[in-house]
């Protein structure tokens, strides 16, 4: 690492002009290549998987056909009236006629192109675009289409439109987070170090790593399946990380200029330390994201390439790039206070003081009291965990104030909350007995105990295929839904093909997302145990103890089930989530506890490793536990802490993105971050070292014999014999 920085600083300005070659030429590349996300979560080995793939080969028109939707519904009168009709029939021409539009139905044509609820207030009509629509396009959809509500002549009508398409228009600017998330930080830096230039190098070192990365991910999404929500989290955990990462070189940094050592021994000394810890930390966390490759999801496989990707290039940016950076600036590192200081007085001792020393101090004095109230709040915190719910996340958890919401809930009171989301029965036929027993099926079906409603069933052009629509009772996003799905497979379905040479798969939007949680659930004991496994493994080689790794593995546990605790209250119990403006109470996303897990057991290892490894080095050189603790504690608390508020800072500012999923990232990775450092890191894990005592440190011989020795942050040579470089004021 030594020799790496020095190369770096030597040569700054080609490796500032690299990065920024490199960051050009992906920006070019991806530019020119386009994005090719996709959001298919559909398992081919599952039931519904097997029924998407039935409808694909013979009702393509089921799969290719849109579900966008206009609704209207009249506050006095029907959708008959005729004021109502002669103006929603222009709308809908208008809307016709729009660039990008295909097709409008209507529910005021014979051939039935759309619906009228029973009670005659609400209707609808499908609408289709060419493609996948501009958001300009889709605006222009939207505006039209609701301006007859919007003008005041519309006889008390409400009009709202719903749909995928539909979706885009109702996000908030896409940069709008990383913007009030990178201006935090900048602050939060600013008072740290007292430095302007000192406090700009994380934050650039972090744009140009975190960008790149952002391109990379684009052009990676050509050659794997990508989730669209995975450029986000990608930049939500590479701003995190890669601020802290240049945070924690630039404190050594400075740190050596203090102890006035000139600048390219600071710099290569704080690569040489802190650097490598900051490269054993990017390791973790790569190896907590890619073991989300256990699970043998597709859909899950490129979320961890392209979260890995990021947090690669922000840790090579921050051993190459920043140090660079820290030899432009030369002592402009320390804040003008400082050089002044440093000039006229030389270097002085800096013995922890102040708050952090005084915390560390009373938590030796009190480590049972302080232990068993930290443990009692993360327990409290884990508790709504009991109670997780895995489903559909769909429009109906929008905000109140957005069309999409409004039309799902339009749809919801006018036709029953199961349209927002039917099941699809569907069957091979293999002769005329299969035919008839599929033909018989909806009677047999709309006795069934949440069942609303049954259509016709349908068969394709050969008649070796058949589809019913089941409306359930209740809404896609309840439990009762997903019990029903439970019950017609394991009860009432095989009821029906006894003795027929039936077989019926359920599919559908609900069904599918159960499938998906389904498999999830399965592999997780598999995933956690792996990534719970590598993190120990990284751990025992790294501090030689078997205590440590154990503790950590505990530690990151109760923080991941506390953060999902509080998970579960904003999202799935709705504590808020409508004045955080964050939509209704509904499931949590199936793939969310892995990428979660993933990314909480990366971050909360690398405060461990930046905690435990100046105990280590202490514990080294005096075998008194004691001090060991209570020194490593002061001097990481203050560095910690700073890096902690901005990592939270950035995650927080997530929430508006608008997106749903991207939220409970957000606020899912800064309650753990939060509580990691304030509470875990501060507090649980000095607490709990102190009542262990040398037993922290305890390795049995024969793992001491084989097991191979390696350094996070090798002490730092002694300063060199030649004089102080002098200070400018």
């Given at each position: 690492m030594t020799s790496l920085a020095r190369w770096c600083l030597r040569r700054r300005l080609v490796v500032i002009g690299m990065w920024l070659a490199v960051l050009a030429g992906t920006t070019v590349a991806a530019t020119l290549a386009g994005s090719a996300y996709s959001d298919d979560y559909r398992l081919p080995d599952t039931e519904s998987g097997r029924a998407t793939a039935l409808l694909e080969r013979d009702f393509p028109a089921r799969t290719t056909a849109g579900d966008d939707i206009i609704v209207w519904h009249t506050v006095r009168g029907t959708v008959r009236d005729p004021a109502v009709k002669q103006?929603?029939?222009?709308?809908?021409?208008?809307?016709?006629?729009?660039?990008?539009?295909t097709t409008v139905g209507s529910p005021y044509k014979a051939d039935g192109g759309g619906a009228v609820s029973p009670d005659g207030r609400t209707a609808y009509a499908p609408l289709s675009f060419d493609g996948d629509p501009d958001a300009g396009q889709v605006r222009k959809v939207v505006d039209t289409a609701r301006a007859p509500a919007?003008?005041?002549?519309?006889?008390?009508?409400?009009?709202?439109?719903?749909?995928s398409s539909i979706g885009v228009t109702e996000g908030s600017d896409g940069h709008l987070s990383e913007i009030v998330g990178i201006a935090v930080a900048a602050v939060v830096l600013f008072v740290v170090f007292g430095s302007l230039a000192a406090s700009l190098l994380p934050i650039a070192t972090a744009l140009v790593g975190v960008g790149t990365a952002a391109m990379g991910t684009v052009l990676l999404s050509h050659v794997m399946t990508v989730a669209g929500?995975?450029?986000?989290?990608?930049?939500?955990?590479?701003?995190?990380?890669?601020?802290?990462?240049?945070?924690?070189?630039?404190?050594?940094?400075?740190?050596?200029?203090?102890?006035?050592?000139?600048?390219?021994?600071?710099?290569e000394r704080a690569v040489a330390t802190t650097g490598r810890a900051v490269v054993f930390a990017g390791g973790t966390v790569c190896v907590a994201l890619l073991g989300m490759l256990v699970l043998g999801l597709d859909f899950l496989v490129g979320v961890a390439l392209a979260a890995s990707l990021t947090v690669v290039l922000t840790v090579a940016a921050s051993v190459t790039l920043l140090p660079a950076l820290l030899g432009l600036i030369g002592h402009r590192a320390l804040g003008r206070r400082e050089r002044r200081r440093l000039a006229h007085e030389g270097p002085?001792?800096?013995?922890?003081?102040?708050?952090?020393?005084?915390?560390?101090?009373?938590?030796?004095?009190?480590p049972k009291a302080l232990g068993a109230v930290a443990g009692a709040v993360m327990l409290v915190l884990a508790l709504p965990t009991l109670s997780l719910h895995l489903g559909t996340s769909d429009q109906g958890t929008d905000p109140a104030a957005s069309t999409t919401r409004q039309a799902?809930?339009?749809?919801?009171?006018?036709?029953?909350?199961?349209?927002?989301?039917p099941l699809l029965l569907v069957a091979e036929l293999d002769g005329a007995a299969d035919r008839l027993a599929f033909n018989e099926l909806p009677d047999r079906l709309r006795t069934t105990d949440g069942v609303a409603s049954v259509g016709r069933a349908q068969l394709n052009g050969g008649g070796s295929t058949g589809v019913l629509t089941v409306v359930p009772a209740t809404s896609p996003q309840s439990r009762a839904t997903s019990d029903l799905v439970e019950r017609l497979r394991s009860d009432?379905?095989?009821?029906?093909?006894?003795?027929?040479?039936?077989?019926?798969?359920?599919?559908?939007?609900?069904?599918?997302?159960?499938?998906?949680?389904?498999v999830i659930l399965g592999k997780l004991p598999l995933f956690v145990g792996t990534v719970v496994g590598l993190g120990c493994l990284l751990l025992l080689l790294a501090f030689r103890s078997i205590g440590i790794p154990l503790k950590a593995a505990a530690m990151n546990i109760v923080a991941v089930a506390a953060s999902f605790g509080l998970i579960v209250a904003i999202f799935q119990w709705g504590w808020g989530s409508e004045l955080l403006g964050l939509g209704r109470a509904g499931p949590i996303e199936p793939f969310l506890p892995v990428v979660m897990i993933s990314v909480l057991f990366g971050l909360s290892m690398d405060y461990q490793v930046f905690l435990v490894s100046r105990m280590y080095e202490e514990w080294l050189a005096t075998r008194d536990n004691r001090r060991a603790v209570r020194v490593g504690l002061a001097e990481t608390s203050r560095v910690i802490n700073s890096a902690a508020i901005i990592m939270i800072s950035v995650f927080l500012a997530f929430v508006l993105s608008g997106d749903r999923v991207i939220a409970m990232f957000g606020i899912g990775l800064a309650a753990a971050v939060a509580l990691d450092a304030f509470v875990l890191r501060t507090l649980l894990v000095p607490?709990?070292?102190?009542?262990?005592?040398?037993?922290?440190?305890?390795l049995p011989r024969c793992l001491e014999r084989w097991l191979p020795r390696i350094s996070i942050e090798p002490p730092e040579e002694p300063e060199p014999a030649e004089p102080r470089e002098l200070v400018r004021a």
């Open positions: 103006r929603m029939t222009a709308t809908l021409r208008e809307v016709a006629a729009l660039p990008g539009v919007e003008d005041g002549d519309g006889n008390g009508l409400d009009v709202a439109l719903g749909g929500f995975a450029p986000m989290l990608g930049t939500l955990i590479g701003l995190g990380v890669g601020i802290d990462y240049a945070l924690f070189i630039v404190t050594r940094h400075r740190k050596g200029l203090r102890q006035g050592l000139p600048v390219p021994v600071a710099a002085r001792p800096e013995p922890p003081t102040g708050l952090a020393a005084r915390w560390s101090a009373f938590v030796e004095r009190h799902y809930d339009m749809i919801g009171r006018g036709f029953g909350p199961g349209v927002n989301g009432v379905l095989p009821a029906a093909e006894r003795g027929t040479g039936l077989s019926v798969h359920v599919g559908g939007p609900t069904a599918g997302y159960d499938d998906f949680a389904r607490a709990l070292m102190h009542l262990l005592g040398g037993a922290n440190w305890w």
